[in-house]
């Protein structure tokens, strides 16, 4: 059983930046970020492998980065340029191993899910 704490949300201007991070117990191998926004689908924002592998989406790349500690198990995502559609519940998800690792952003292929943090971004 893993379980997944997330912390760092917060409310910023665009532009601004949020560090969010994600502390797992027990052990992961592929870890992720998501988002949801009201009103809209859960989105995968970013992931990475036990060897740090990266994937990002596309609306992120060059703006949010991905990593992880092992000696802390802790997932974080600096996110960096914030805009207004970035805004929403961000969650942590863990999967070991992905069913098809050609789509390490799918959610419906992760296991373990936090509770979630809120990111806010006002224009």
């Known amino acids: 059983q893993v379980q997944l704490v997330e912390s760092g949300g917060g409310s910023v201007q665009s532009g601004g930046t949020l560090r969010l991070s994600c502390a797992a117990s027990?052990?992961?191998?592929?870890m992720a970020w998501f988002r949801q926004a009201p009103g809209k689908d859960r989105e995968g924002v970013a992931a990475?492998?036990?060897?740090?592998?990266?994937t990002y989406a596309d609306s992120v790349k060059g703006r949010f980065t991905i990593s992880k500690v092992h000696a802390n198990n802790t997932l974080y995502l600096q996110m960096n340029s914030l805009q207004p559609e970035d805004a929403g519940m961000y969650y942590c998800?863990?999967?070991?191993?992905?069913?098809?690792?050609?789509?390490?952003?799918?959610?419906?292929?992760?296991?373990?899910w936090g509770q979630g943090t809120q990111v806010t971004v006002s224009s």
């Open positions: 998800a863990t999967a070991h191993p992905l069913t098809d690792v050609s789509r390490p952003l799918a959610g419906d292929q992760y296991m373990y």
């Open positions: 990475i492998t036990r060897d740090t592998i990266t």
């Open positions: 027990g052990y992961t191998y592929y």
